[in-house]
């Protein structure tokens, strides 16, 4: 059985945003023999308990057990959540993904990514170019790499929009050498 990246929407999400994250991130880990796979979608309904009233965004910690379940049960590489609700970590305002390396899942966030909320027109093409960013950012962690000082590479930290747009979806040579290592060794929990 051919090892595998679960994309879940929680909420919902635009199924064309999907499908570009799927096609793309699949187009790359292609090569290491993984394929995508988008499922069915979660109810944000059931993520209440994360909901902050007076931030009005969900603590991001709070999706990734459910993620978890879905990777046992899909017996998947990988899971990447996407929704469109605004998260937040303690300490942070925002954050546009998280990653859990040890539950082997990711979550993104598609809230700022809109270029609508910086008040500028809607751009449908950036948007998708944003997310995939961020879905190849937490992949990466998800498959232990951290953040890069090299500020076009995916893995560099975004602390604004302006880094997200800054940099390329993919990753620069030291990270793409050190990920090689680790799907190659079968680094990732789980992984045959």
């Not at 793309?24 to 902050?52: C, Q, R, T």
């Not at 992949?139 to 604004?160: A, Q, T």
Request: glycine share 8%; proline share 5%; with cysteine.
């Amino acid at each position: 059985m051919r090892d595998m990246i679960i994309v879940v929407p929680i909420g919902e999400v635009p199924s064309d945003v999907l499908s570009f994250l799927s096609e793309n991130i699949e187009s790359f880990y292609m090569k290491f023999g993984i394929g995508v796979k988008i499922i069915g979608s979660l109810p944000i309904s059931a993520f209440s308990h994360a909901y902050d009233f007076y931030r009005n965004q969900y603590l991001a910690r709070h999706f990734l057990p459910a993620l978890s379940i879905i990777r046992r049960d899909y017996k998947a590489l990988a899971v990447m959540g996407v929704t469109e609700v605004d998260l937040y970590e303690s300490g942070l305002n925002f954050i546009f993904g998280i990653a859990h390396p040890g539950f082997g899942v990711a979550l993104i966030s598609l809230h700022r990514l809109y270029p609508e909320f910086y008040g500028e027109p809607p751009d449908r093409k950036l948007l998708k170019e944003r997310a995939l960013k961020e879905a190849m950012h937490e992949l990466g962690h998800v498959f232990g790499l951290e953040h890069c000082p090299n500020p076009k590479c995916v893995m560099h930290f975004s602390n604004s929009i302006i880094d997200t747009d800054i940099k390329s979806w993919m990753y620069c040579k030291n990270c793409l050498r050190k990920l090689e290592e680790r799907l190659g060794r079968g680094y990732v929990r789980g992984r045959t």
